[in-house]
């Protein structure tokens, strides 16, 4: 139990396009979901938490007009970059926090965005 | 703020020998503690935590003890497979939220 997956697993896009990644909690419910973003050979890093029905809680230096997410059902968070640059280019990671208790994140294997 | 600080990578090993990977952490309030392991082209799984001081997280051979005093949290393996080559994460809650922090990450790489 306790799978998270997301969509899609990698995309190429376009300077200036907007990009969809959706992260979903397969066998469970998810009020908490949360966001990173993974430098190559960094560690992850907190974008935002996104709580379901509520406006998301973006992290310091996160630009919520350009990283917009939307936690619009128990088991669904999409996190949108708008008008993506390269500098955007990333792999994105979610995880999710079970709706019945517990600290435990559940970790989605990540979307690899690239931008030309 | 909070912030993990682990030994740089990469770790080359052979196969059986022994595995220590540093980690150390910086917190207000008492945090929980965690050590993720994402293996190639999969996401971040969950190894092993520990919520209080003087707990021993253990799972799959590895160990880590929550040590307030120096506040650390090293992962050691008596005995590492070809297998067990991944990245290690050491990460900590805190807060209201729970929000993990994560160590920089340490790639491990076991030869037979």
């Known amino acids: 139990g306790a799978v998270v997956s997301q969509h899609p697993s990698r995309v190429i896009c376009k300077s200036g396009t907007s990009v969809k990644i959706e992260c979903r909690s397969l066998d469970f419910q998810a009020t908490t979901m949360f966001w990173y973003r993974q430098f190559p050979k960094k560690s992850l890093m907190l974008m935002a938490t996104s709580n379901e029905g509520s406006k998301a809680t973006y992290e310091q230096g996160v630009e919520k007009d350009k990283f917009l997410i939307n936690h619009a059902s128990l088991t669904l968070s999409t996190l949108t970059v708008t008008s993506a640059h390269p500098e955007d280019s990333s792999f994105y990671i979610c995880?999710?926090?079970?709706?019945?208790?517990?600290?435990?994140?559940?970790f989605g294997p990540g979307t690899r965005l690239t931008v030309l | 703020g909070n912030s993990v600080t682990q030994m740089e990578g990469p770790v080359t090993l052979s196969e059986e020998a022994f595995l220590t990977i540093n980690c150390t952490y910086t917190?207000?309030?008492?945090?929980?503690l965690f050590w993720y392991v994402q293996y190639p082209g999969e996401g971040l799984q969950l190894l092993l935590k520990a919520t209080k001081a003087d707990d021993k997280g253990s799972n799959k051979g590895f160990e880590a003890t929550y040590r307030k005093e120096t506040t650390s949290f090293h992962l050691e393996k008596g005995s590492v497979q070809v297998s067990d080559s991944a990245v290690y994460f050491c990460a900590l809650a805190s807060g209201s939220a729970r929000q993990l922090t994560f160590g920089s990450g340490t790639q491990l790489t076991v030869l037979p």
């Open positions: 995880s999710a926090r079970r709706t019945s208790g517990g600290i435990e994140q559940f």
């Open positions: 917190a207000t309030g008492y945090p929980s």
